[in-house]
């Protein structure tokens, strides 16, 4: 009898079951304050052969107005909500979509609240046409929130 090893053939297999995840972590989102719709899936690119999954939350909140310090707050208790899903890993982050009214650029009020890599326009007219949207990596947020999938809901990033 002959036995292969194949290794970095397998993708790791799922945690749990996604789909329960996903509908759990809306309904959490949908509850916090000043969240008038809420959204979350699981968003998968293709790169060549590479598949990436990511945590996608689309977030309408449009009482939160001009306040950055409630959409710092906001994103502090969603990233943590999200970065809970469990299922497939989610090696591309979380993608956040806030909208706001008026909409203020999530991405920079994000760095300034403490959130490490994240992605946005650097470009400011982009950024004016896209800043209700940032992606948060996955490597920081396993280092400021926990490793996923998360377990306990830190509300800010650990500073290190």
């Known amino acids: 009898m002959t036995v292969v090893v194949l290794r970095g053939c397998a993708s790791s297999p799922p945690v749990g079951d996604t789909t329960h995840a996903v509908k759990r972590a809306t309904k959490q989102i949908a509850a916090l304050p000043d969240v008038r ?42 990233l943590p909500v999200a970065w809970s899903v469990d299922g497939t890993r989610p090696d591309g982050g979380v993608v956040l979509r806030l909208h706001t ?18 992605g946005y326009p650097s470009d400011p007219a982009l950024l004016q046409k896209v800043g209700f949207q ?9 280092e400021q929130l926990g490793r996923w999938p998360l377990h306990g809901f830190p509300t800010s990033p650990a500073r290190g």
């Open 37 to 78: 719709t809420a959204a979350v899936t699981i968003e998968t690119t293709t790169d060549g052969t590479t598949k990436r999954h990511a945590v996608a939350v689309d977030i309408g909140a449009p009482e939160l107005g001009s306040s950055r310090a409630r959409v710092a707050d906001l994103i502090g208790r969603v």
């Open 101 to 118: 009214s008026p909409q203020l650029p999530i991405g920079p009020i994000a760095e300034q609240a403490g959130w490490e890599d994240v």
């Open 134 to 142: 940032a992606t948060f990596a996955a490597e920081k947020l396993d």
